[in-house]
């Protein structure tokens, strides 16, 4: 079973610029997580989607950042402009419902450095 | 809010012992999920080990096993028989019951650096 796949896995943009991460998660899994891991800190949920509906984005800076799960399979993240504190690594991770439990797989991430 | 405290940033170990990692956590729901994730250098998540909170038995998988004190809102990993491929930063994480399902959000601490020595 192929994982979860994320690309670029580095992307380095000057500060105001714009940066698009694409996300794909496994086959069948319902709902995809983005998480921002900032170095040194723990990740940190940006938005989580069920299909292709927002379940909680209460911690996405939305006067930047903007998600959208097309077809309910993958997932793109925007920031625009980006700040340098949006320097950090995008993780997106997927789970879906087995034997009554939701797991969640995550990707190997995209490291943005803005400078 | 919920918050999960890692308040050990770094640790080691040698090789063959063992090392416990120290988690504690804040909330006020009764039901819960909590875990272990590892993250090697090459920064893919690995879930070591989950424990749901209305279990009082202790969670084990093969040399990873948890103390949980659910009063306490402690919840520690310990590593037996440590190899080289344990060094990596592990996490704690902290999961809502949410609505009844089990694919709420991931609270993370800061996590803890492990290193192993040979």
């Known amino acids: 079973e192929a994982g979860v796949a994320q690309s670029p896995r580095y992307k380095i943009i000057e500060k105001r610029q714009s940066v698009a991460f694409w996300c794909n998660p496994i086959s069948g899994h319902a709902t995809l997580y983005w998480y921002q891991q900032i170095l040194g800190q723990g990740p940190k949920l940006l938005i989580q989607?069920?299909?292709?509906?927002?379940?909680?984005d209460s911690q996405l800076p939305k006067d930047r950042f903007s998600a959208e799960r097309l077809k309910g399979v993958d997932s793109t993240l925007k920031i625009q402009p980006a700040k340098l504190e949006d320097s950090a690594v995008y993780l997106c991770?997927?789970?879906?419902?087995?034997?009554?439990?939701?797991?969640?797989?995550f990707g190997p991430g995209t490291r943005l450095t803005v400078t | 809010a919920q918050t999960v405290t890692q308040s050990q940033p770094e640790m080691s170990v040698q090789e063959a012992e063992t090392v416990t990692l120290s988690c504690t956590y804040d909330t006020s729901e009764s039901d819960y999920y909590l875990f272990w994730y590892k993250q090697p250098p090459s920064r893919q998540m690995i879930l070591v080990i989950r424990q749901e909170a209305y279990k009082q038995q202790n969670a084990t998988e093969n040399r990873f096993s948890v103390n949980f004190q659910k009063a306490a809102k402690s919840f520690s990993l310990k590593i037996s028989d440590s190899q080289l491929g344990d060094a990596a930063m592990y996490f704690c994480a902290y999961r809502d019951v949410l609505g009844g399902t089990s694919y709420g959000k991931l609270t993370f601490g800061q996590g803890t650096i492990l290193t192993v020595h040979p």
């Open positions: 989607f069920q299909n292709n509906g927002v379940v909680d």
């Open positions: 991770a997927s789970s879906a419902r087995d034997r009554g439990w939701h797991e969640q797989y």
